[in-house]
């Protein structure tokens, strides 16, 4: 099983960046792929789920409008568009696999993070001017 993530970097505040997490031998039924972001010092928080079965997604209260996760079943690849970019949107932003449920429960933060099986290494997004 493998999660890549690509895409972070460096943008202005305003403006948009698209992260892509390649994903590979996952068999969860129903499988959900989420992203979640983590600064220094503060406990790593979910951002979005999608559903990759039915394509049901799932935001954080911090970015709904903002952000959109989707999904790509042919090619295997979860993107999070990220528009209008927040200074507080800096941090290392990680893929991760699991059933569904358990990633939408770690959103809502009703569960730790750390029952999440699978991550990726994570793509940092610093937003400044």
């Known amino acids: 099983v493998q999660l890549v993530e690509s895409g972070g970097g460096w943008v202005q505040p305003g403006r948009s960046l698209t992260l892509s997490c390649a994903t590979s031998?996952?068999?969860?039924?129903?499988?959900?792929i989420g992203w979640f972001r983590q600064t220094p010092g503060k406990e790593r928080e979910g951002v979005a789920v999608?559903?990759?079965?039915?394509?049901?997604?799932y935001y954080a209260d911090s970015v709904p409008g903002r952000f959109t996760i989707s999904s790509n079943r042919a090619n295997r690849i979860v993107t999070l568009q990220m528009n209008g970019l927040k200074p507080e949107d800096t941090g290392d932003y990680y893929c991760?696999?699991?059933?569904?449920?358990?990633?939408?429960?770690?959103?809502?933060?009703?569960?730790?993070?750390?029952?999440?099986?699978?991550w990726g290494r994570g793509t940092a997004v610093i937003v400044s001017s």
């Open positions: 999608i559903n990759v079965k039915d394509d049901n997604t």
């Open positions: 991760a696999a699991d059933r569904v449920d358990l990633l939408i429960a770690v959103l809502r933060k009703a569960v730790p993070h750390r029952h999440v099986a699978h």
């Open positions: 031998g996952f068999t969860y039924d129903p499988l959900g």
